[in-house]
């Protein structure tokens, strides 16, 4: 199982972004989460696709949407209404059991006040 995390860059606050996971193949795979580590913090939940539905950390409801294109093996992080705080670089996951065992390589975000 390969995941690859895209879609990252510069945005202004209240500026949105997509991130893609690209996933090679869900095997035993039971979820796709979404996770961020800023600079010098620790890495944070940010959300899960899981059981055709999704599931996003209260920090970033209301702002954040997660998206699955069963077509193309791709779960997607919608980012709206982006603060300097959301500055980090997203990783997105792949869960089997209760492990979150395989990882993407990370993609940078970067919000500007």
């Known amino acids: 199982v390969q995941l690859q995390a895209s879609g990252g860059g510069l945005a202004q606050a209240g500026g949105s972004l997509r991130l893609s996971c690209a996933v090679s193949?869900?095997?035993?795979?039971?979820?796709i989460g979404w996770f961020r580590q800023a600079l010098g913090k620790e890495r944070e939940w940010v959300g899960t696709?899981?059981?055709?539905?999704?599931n996003i950390a209260d920090t970033v409801k209301g702002r954040f949407a997660i998206s699955r294109d069963n077509a193309e093996n791709t779960v997607f992080l919608e980012m709206n209404a982006l603060q300097p705080e959301d500055t980090a670089v997203y990783y997105c996951?792949?869960?089997?059991?209760?492990?979150?065992?395989?990882w993407g390589q990370g993609t940078q975000v970067t919000v500007s006040s």
């Open positions: 696709w899981s059981n055709g539905r999704p």
């Open positions: 996951a792949g869960r089997q059991g209760i492990t979150w065992a395989f």
């Open positions: 193949a869900y095997g035993n795979l039971n979820a």
